[in-house]
């Protein structure tokens, strides 16, 4: 465990080394000021076994912040990705898997413990990696994207879950990557780092469609992480390959707006990394008051985590602000919603680190 | 874990008695699933050290196929360690993460000092420089040895039992070559770095050996229950041992335990009470040849050898005044007088005294440099000394630490290295020989000599290239290997190769990783050929869109245009109005450039002409047909347009050739759709031509079509 100081930014970073390789994790809905708990997706790798853990975090001003582990479910498959719903009282854990299922879980925060609720798999759903899943604001409908190139939106409705194909591309396309935008539209993004505007009011197929020519020639990439501000919903930002991070705004469909990466002729653009962005999320802390303030067309300001072992914050046309820099990948990280200070990323690694702004 | 069975649908085909011998079996269970009985078995190794075990049923000709069982299955066991380590898998893990960092530190220090002095790192200023950075090296490698949280203090009085954690033997081996072949600055001290290095690890050898420490932590339990300790032997046996190895602070903390200390008994036993306190404050004052003292340690230290000689000269003379004190006459308590009398002997250096008081050879080497030969310096006089208390303290069971040790004070390389290989493994070789080619140009000739029995490498290399093996055989640290690998210059890149072509390309994340290592060392060919195998993969598992990705992105051409072929016949059945939609995702990834499309930038046009196509009816503008018909024109054209195509296009495209208002094609355009129809006329007569699913009169109607044009068209012009 090693505290350290940044310079431009008072940060405190706390490591904290766990026995398995962590896959993905999130901060639950915050229960106490003092108490919030973490939700992790580990791979035992001596058991070749997969499972969803809770674990507590401690915090007070004074002391340095614990980890204690609090309960553990073994899940079917290993896990892909993770997304909670902001429920504060029972939130809703959805997890997507190798095995190509969907898994349903509820935390109760108050014992820390997890609750098996319901799962989707089988022929149907998706063959293969599901690679991305969402979850609507209401917590209620979530939606999935497979390397098999298909899209599911699976509802929770009466205490299990129903699903209804929203597309299948037979796999000529695969989707890395799924946010949604609003109730009924979201948006998917893959190979070629292409994004696509879906609309449940206008079945059959992508409204639009983005594949930036910037990639022409050079080397292409995927997209592995695509997040959507709430107030913003006609700009989707997107991460991937090569340090790519771009914003695609719906009224500008042609051109993308370049935040980082080393695959553009662009050398203004400084990239904090040169390697796979595993996951980007919008970073209210810093304008969590005024962002309303903040130009339309400028994108707000984005976190970013990726192979090289980079965390950092972009913003467009500034310089990025590096969080962390690790000797390995970080995999994956989650703001805290409800205190935009605090981060927790988990690392290649085997450990987690927990990151205090102030 | 290993461990006896106890599913009843295992079954055991080698009967496996229960006691274990001196080796014991180490027992996985296969979960197989299958009824007996089994037929055959069959083994093969799969990534790292996995087991893959094909279980076979025998071939049940009498039952019908449809029960739904299948006929064999294959599972995968991984071998794990027996479990007598000291380091358990986790922990083992992050002690290879965290001296990552460092051993690439040291590495890149490395080339960048050996760059700067040209040819060697022994040219002075540059020497310095490096073994500042083998120091800091060895303390990081030290410091990660040990992670573990203290355990909270110890409120029993005996500070040795308050030990940081269990130490590792480990953790000694690698302190120990620090002592003697990196810190240069305590050469002059070493014996007293021995005596700290003792201290934190004498209770190593408590499970094999008598040691003091087991002593002492057995004394330290007795002490709860016993109401007066000078009346106890253990007592005064614990201090002089404890006294021996120089534990000054503990000597010092039992002696004030002492009965004549308290309060009660203070007046009837001054005297007494007086000499106790006496061999207390002579044993704190205990001069010492060294820098600086550790927490809790006492002493008085001397940084030069003249200083500590006359202090020591002079502590003596104190002890042999105090032995020689009329006091004792008047100390009526006989343990006291005796053990305290013992005590002063080992201070004296008696060596039937220091015999007596230690337990193994090690305890006493130490005693003889704290009490007999202070002055000691150089491996050789600490090599004979060492060799004497071998024979008066022989060791039935040999400690890995001791065969080190002594390999040390040898001076013997071979020996040293053949203990560190043989007792702690792969990650002490490939990190220790760091150490060990600074510490002596002997050591660095010989690991640095390239041999050709080892295929040309160095020892150094070797070393570096079994740690990588291992690292290899585990899923979560294969991809530190290539830092080890990469170090190595005759053999690592060729491993390297092979490592990241083992890896499975089916798992995305695995292939991301070997495409950022590929990047990270400039690997380009093994690059391209990892994307190449997993366009296949894809491709063949019916994932299209990410087959073409990647192949795409290893500038494959040929295989692109092998799969494009089985595209178009996928395209010309499947591209009907409303399926399209499936095709915009794999089109729109394609691109227009033919550079690494591989002749797939035909659907890019294809699908901009049906598009245009779709929009033309009855009652459109005609400017809106004549995009249409420009397209058509275009993908006639462009020599990728695939022949089997062109009947189709023309076929679907009839509306656009007899256009009502004008024609809309003209002359030479026309001419050229003619001679495409002729050379498709030729092509149907070859053997291997494949014939559209179009109605029959098709290309007879396209010719009318064409020529009423052609005709439109000379009228217009």
Same mark, same amino acid.
């Given at each position: 465990?090693?505290?350290?100081?940044?310079?431009?930014?008072?940060?405190?970073?706390?490591?904290?080394?766990?026995?398995?390789?962590?896959?993905?994790?999130?901060?639950?809905?915050?229960?106490?000021?003092?108490?919030?708990?973490?939700?992790?997706?580990?791979?035992?790798?001596?058991?070749?076994?997969?499972?969803?853990?809770?674990?507590?975090?401690?915090?007070?001003?004074?002391?340095?912040?614990?980890?204690?582990?609090?309960?553990?479910?073994?899940?079917?498959?290993?896990?892909?990705?993770?997304?909670?719903?902001?429920?504060?009282?029972?939130?809703?854990?959805?997890?997507?898997?190798? *095995?190509?299922? /969907?898994?349903? $879980?509820? =935390?109760?925060?108050?014992?820390?413990?997890? #609750? +098996? !609720?319901?799962?989707?798999? @089988?022929?149907?759903?998706?063959?293969?990696?599901?690679?991305?899943?969402?979850?609507?604001?209401?917590?209620?409908?979530?939606?999935?994207?497979?390397?098999?190139?298909?899209?599911?939106?699976?509802?929770?409705?009466?205490?299990?879950?129903?699903?209804?194909?929203?597309?299948? *591309?037979?796999? /000529?396309?695969? $989707?890395? =990557?799924?946010?949604?935008?609003?109730?009924? #539209? +979201? !948006?998917?993004?893959?190979? @070629?780092?292409?994004?696509?505007?879906?609309?449940?009011?206008?079945?059959?197929?992508?409204?639009?469609?983005?594949?930036?020519?910037?990639?022409?020639?050079?080397?292409?990439?995927?997209?592995?992480?695509?997040?959507?501000?709430?107030?913003?919903?006609?700009?989707?930002?997107?991460?991937?390959?090569?340090?790519?991070?771009? =914003?695609?705004?719906?009224?500008?469909?042609?051109?993308?707006?370049?935040?980082?990466?080393?695959?553009?002729?662009?050398?203004?653009?400084?990239?904090?990394?040169?390697?796979?962005?595993?996951?980007?999320?919008?970073?209210?802390?810093?304008?969590?008051?005024?962002?309303?303030?903040?130009?339309?067309?400028?994108?707000?300001?984005?976190?970013?985590?990726?192979?090289?072992?980079?965390?950092?914050?972009?913003?467009?046309?500034?310089?990025?602000?590096?969080?962390?820099?690790?000797?390995?990948?970080?995999?994956?990280?989650?703001?805290?919603?409800?205190?935009?200070?605090?981060?927790?990323?988990?690392?290649?690694?085997?450990?987690?680190?927990?990151?205090?702004?102030? | 874990?290993?461990?006896?069975?106890?599913?009843?649908?295992?079954?055991?085909?080698?009967?496996?008695?229960?006691?274990?011998?001196?080796?014991?079996?180490?027992?996985?269970?296969?979960?197989?699933?299958?009824?007996?009985?089994?037929?055959?078995?069959?083994?093969?190794?799969?990534?790292?050290?996995?087991?893959?075990?094909?279980?076979?049923?025998?071939?049940?000709?009498?039952?019908?196929?449809?029960?739904?069982?299948?006929?064999?299955?294959?599972?995968?066991?991984?071998?794990?360690?027996?479990?007598?380590?000291?380091?358990?898998?986790?922990?083992?893990?992050?002690?290879?993460?965290?001296?990552?960092?460092?051993?690439?530190?040291?590495?890149?220090?490395?080339?960048?000092?050996?760059?700067?002095?040209?040819?060697?790192?022994?040219?002075?200023?540059?020497?310095?420089?490096?073994?500042?950075?083998?120091?800091?090296?060895?303390?990081?490698?030290?410091?990660?040895?040990?992670?573990?949280?203290?355990?909270?203090?110890?409120?029993?009085?005996?500070?040795?039992?308050?030990?940081?954690?269990?130490?590792?033997?480990?953790?000694?081996?690698?302190?120990?070559?620090?002592?003697?072949?990196?810190?240069?600055?305590?050469?002059?001290?070493?014996?007293?770095?021995?005596?700290?290095?003792?201290?934190?690890?004498?209770?190593?050898?408590?499970?094999?050996?008598?040691?003091?420490?087991?002593?002492?932590?057995?004394?330290?339990?007795?002490?709860?229950?016993?109401?007066?300790?000078?009346?106890?032997?253990?007592?005064?046996?614990?201090?002089?041992?404890?006294?021996?190895?120089?534990?000054?602070?503990?000597?010092?903390?039992?002696?004030?335990?002492?009965?004549?200390?308290?309060?009660?008994?203070?007046?009837?036993?001054?005297?007494?009470?007086?000499?106790?306190?006496?061999?207390?404050?002579?044993?704190?004052?205990?001069?010492?040849?060294?820098?600086?003292?550790?927490?809790?340690?006492?002493?008085?230290?001397?940084?030069?050898?003249?200083?500590?000689?006359?202090?020591?000269?002079?502590?003596?003379?104190?002890?042999?005044?105090?032995?020689?004190?009329?006091?004792?006459?008047?100390?009526?308590?006989?343990?006291?007088?005796?053990?305290?009398?013992?005590?002063?002997?080992?201070?004296?250096?008696?060596?039937?005294?220091?015999?007596?008081?230690?337990?193994?050879?090690?305890?006493?080497?130490?005693?003889?440099?704290?009490?007999?030969?202070?002055?000691?310096?150089?491996?050789?006089?600490?090599?004979?000394?060492?060799?004497?208390?071998?024979?008066?303290?022989?060791?039935?069971?040999?400690?890995?630490?001791?065969?080190?040790?002594?390999?040390?004070?040898?001076?013997?390389?071979?020996?040293?290295?053949?203990?560190?290989?043989?007792?702690?493994?792969?990650?002490?070789?490939?990190?220790?020989?760091?150490?060990?080619?600074?510490?002596?140009?002997?050591?660095?000739?010989?690991?640095?000599?390239?041999?050709?029995?080892?295929?040309?490498?160095?020892?150094?290399?070797?070393?570096?290239?079994?740690?990588?093996?291992?690292?290899?055989?585990?899923?979560?640290?294969?991809?530190?290997?290539?830092?080890?690998?990469?170090?190595?210059?005759?053999?690592?890149?060729?491993?390297?190769?092979?490592?990241?072509?083992?890896?499975?390309?089916?798992?995305?994340?695995?292939?991301?990783?070997?495409?950022?290592?590929?990047?990270?060392?400039?690997?380009?060919?093994?690059?391209?050929?990892?994307?190449?195998?997993?366009?296949?993969?894809?491709?063949?598992?019916?994932?299209?869109?990410?087959?073409?990705?990647?192949?795409?992105?290893?500038?494959?051409?040929?295989?692109?245009?092998?799969?494009?072929?089985?595209?178009?016949?996928?395209?010309?059945?499947?591209?009907?109005?409303?399926?399209?939609?499936?095709?915009?995702?794999?089109?729109?990834?394609?691109?227009?450039?033919?550079?690494?499309?591989?002749?797939?930038?035909?659907?890019?046009?294809?699908?901009?002409?049906?598009?245009?196509?779709?929009?033309?009816?009855?009652?459109?503008?005609?400017?809106?047909?004549?995009?249409?018909?420009?397209?058509?024109?275009?993908?006639?054209?462009?020599?990728?347009?695939?022949?089997?195509?062109?009947?189709?296009?023309?076929?679907?495209?009839?509306?656009?050739?007899?256009?009502?208002?004008?024609?809309?094609?003209?002359?030479?355009?026309?001419?050229?759709?003619?001679?495409?129809?002729?050379?498709?006329?030729?092509?149907?007569?070859?053997?291997?031509?494949?014939?559209?699913?179009?109605?029959?009169?098709?290309?007879?109607?396209?010719?009318?079509?064409?020529?009423?044009?052609?005709?439109?068209?000379?009228?217009?012009?």
């Amino acid at each position: 465990m090693a505290v350290l100081t940044s310079s431009s930014q008072n940060l405190q970073v706390h490591r904290f080394p766990q026995e398995s390789y962590i896959d993905s994790l999130r901060w639950l809905p915050q229960l106490s000021a003092f108490h919030r708990h973490i939700i992790l997706a580990a791979f035992d790798s001596e058991s070749s076994t997969s499972s969803l853990q809770i674990l507590n975090s401690s915090n007070s001003s004074s002391n340095p912040p614990e980890l204690t582990f609090q309960s553990s479910l073994t899940t079917p498959s290993r896990i892909t990705s993770l997304t909670t719903s902001q429920n504060p009282n029972k939130p809703l854990i959805a997890a997507s898997t190798f *095995s190509g299922s /969907l898994l349903l $879980y509820t =935390a109760d925060l108050v014992n820390g413990s997890l #609750e +098996f !609720v319901d799962s989707v798999d @089988g022929k149907g759903f998706h063959l293969g990696r599901v690679n991305g899943i969402d979850v609507s604001e209401n917590g209620s409908e979530f939606v999935s994207v497979g390397e098999d190139g298909r899209i599911n939106w699976v509802s929770f409705v009466g205490g299990g879950l129903s699903t209804r194909k929203v597309f299948d *591309s037979n796999g /000529l396309v695969s $989707y890395g =990557a799924v946010k949604w935008a609003s109730p009924v #539209e +979201f !948006v998917s993004g893959g190979l @070629g780092f292409g994004l696509q505007w879906w609309d449940q009011r206008r079945p059959g197929g992508p409204v639009s469609q983005f594949k930036a020519n910037w990639t022409r020639g050079t080397t292409s990439g995927i997209v592995h992480s695509i997040d959507i501000h709430p107030s913003r919903k006609h700009t989707c930002l997107a991460g991937g390959s090569s340090g790519t991070v771009f =914003a695609w705004d719906l009224r500008w469909q042609q051109q993308p707006i370049m935040l980082s990466g080393v695959g553009t002729s662009d050398l203004s653009i400084l990239s904090p990394s040169e390697s796979d962005v595993w996951e980007v999320q919008y970073d209210n802390y810093t304008t969590s008051s005024n962002y309303r303030n903040v130009s339309e067309s400028r994108v707000l300001p984005a976190m970013i985590c990726s192979e090289d072992g980079i965390l950092a914050v972009i913003e467009q046309g500034e310089e990025p602000i590096e969080l962390l820099a690790e000797p390995c990948a970080i995999n994956s990280f989650d703001i805290d919603r409800q205190n935009p200070s605090d981060i927790v990323c988990s690392l290649e690694w085997e450990s987690i680190a927990i990151l205090t702004r102030s | 874990m290993p461990g006896l069975t106890s599913e009843s649908d295992d079954l055991a085909m080698v009967p496996v008695s229960p006691e274990s011998e001196k080796q014991p079996v180490v027992i996985y269970p296969l979960r197989h699933g299958l009824k007996s009985p089994i037929h055959r078995l069959s083994f093969s190794w799969a990534c790292g050290n996995t087991l893959r075990v094909s279980v076979f049923q025998k071939p049940q000709s009498e039952k019908a196929d449809g029960d739904g069982e299948a006929g064999g299955r294959v599972v995968e066991v991984k071998l794990s360690n027996s479990g007598d380590e000291e380091v358990d898998a986790a922990r083992w893990r992050r002690m290879a993460y965290n001296s990552v960092t460092p051993f690439a530190l040291l590495q890149s220090r490395k080339h960048s000092l050996s760059a700067a002095s040209r040819m060697s790192l022994d040219i002075p200023p540059y020497k310095t420089e490096w073994w500042e950075h083998v120091i800091e090296y060895s303390k990081e490698i030290s410091s990660l040895l040990s992670d573990r949280k203290p355990p909270p203090k110890s409120i029993i009085e005996d500070p040795k039992s308050v030990e940081i954690a269990a130490p590792m033997c480990l953790k000694a081996a690698w302190e120990l070559l620090e002592i003697f072949y990196v810190d240069k600055q305590s050469q002059s001290w070493i014996p007293e770095r021995l005596l700290d290095w003792l201290a934190d690890y004498n209770s190593l050898f408590s499970g094999t050996l008598p040691t003091i420490h087991s002593k002492l932590v057995d004394f330290q339990q007795e002490l709860v229950g016993v109401q007066v300790v000078e009346e106890d032997p253990n007592y005064w046996d614990a201090m002089s041992s404890a006294l021996a190895v120089g534990w000054l602070e503990t000597v010092v903390k039992l002696l004030r335990l002492h009965g004549s200390y308290r309060f009660d008994q203070l007046s009837s036993r001054e005297t007494e009470n007086g000499l106790v306190e006496a061999v207390a404050v002579l044993i704190s004052k205990m001069p010492r040849m060294r820098p600086s003292l550790r927490e809790d340690n006492l002493g008085e230290c001397y940084k030069t050898k003249p200083d500590f000689m006359k202090a020591w000269e002079k502590w003596r003379t104190q002890i042999s005044k105090l032995d020689c004190s009329s006091y004792w006459l008047q100390c009526d308590h006989r343990q006291t007088r005796e053990g305290l009398k013992n005590l002063i002997q080992i201070m004296l250096g008696n060596p039937t005294v220091l015999s007596n008081a230690t337990f193994n050879w090690m305890e006493l080497f130490i005693s003889h440099f704290l009490y007999i030969r202070p002055f000691t310096a150089g491996l050789e006089s600490m090599h004979n000394s060492a060799q004497k208390c071998m024979q008066v303290k022989p060791v039935s069971i040999s400690h890995k630490l001791f065969g080190l040790i002594l390999g040390i004070l040898g001076e013997n390389t071979e020996v040293v290295l053949a203990e560190c290989s043989r007792s702690f493994g792969p990650w002490m070789m490939a990190h220790a020989v760091e150490l060990l080619t600074a510490g002596s140009t002997y050591a660095e000739i010989l690991l640095h000599e390239e041999h050709s029995k080892l295929g040309g490498v160095s020892i150094e290399e070797l070393h570096r290239l079994v740690y990588a093996q291992v690292l290899s055989s585990h899923a979560l640290t294969w991809q530190i290997a290539p830092i080890y690998l990469t170090s190595c210059i005759k053999q690592g890149i060729g491993l390297l190769e092979n490592l990241l072509y083992k890896q499975p390309v089916q798992h995305s994340q695995i292939l991301l990783k070997s495409i950022e290592i590929c990047r990270l060392y400039e690997l380009d060919t093994i690059n391209s050929n990892i994307m190449r195998i997993a366009g296949v993969h894809h491709w063949r598992h019916g994932r299209k869109g990410s087959g073409v990705f990647w192949l795409q992105q290893a500038r494959d051409e040929f295989r692109l245009n092998r799969i494009a072929k089985q595209l178009f016949d996928f395209v010309g059945k499947s591209v009907s109005d409303e399926g399209f939609k499936q095709w915009e995702g794999l089109i729109e990834l394609l691109g227009s450039e033919s550079r690494t499309a591989g002749g797939l930038e035909f659907l890019n046009k294809y699908r901009d002409f049906r598009r245009s196509l779709l929009q033309v009816h009855g009652d459109t503008p005609t400017d809106t047909a004549r995009n249409a018909a420009e397209a058509l024109v275009s993908l006639m054209k462009n020599p990728s347009t695939p022949q089997r195509f062109w009947l189709p296009l023309l076929y679907d495209s009839l509306k656009l050739l007899m256009w009502q208002e004008r024609p809309l094609v003209n002359v030479s355009q026309t001419q050229l759709l003619l001679n495409k129809l002729q050379e498709l006329s030729m092509a149907r007569l070859r053997p291997d031509f494949v014939e559209a699913d179009l109605p029959s009169d098709a290309l007879s109607s396209v010719r009318l079509a064409l020529a009423t044009n052609l005709g439109r068209a000379i009228l217009e012009e």
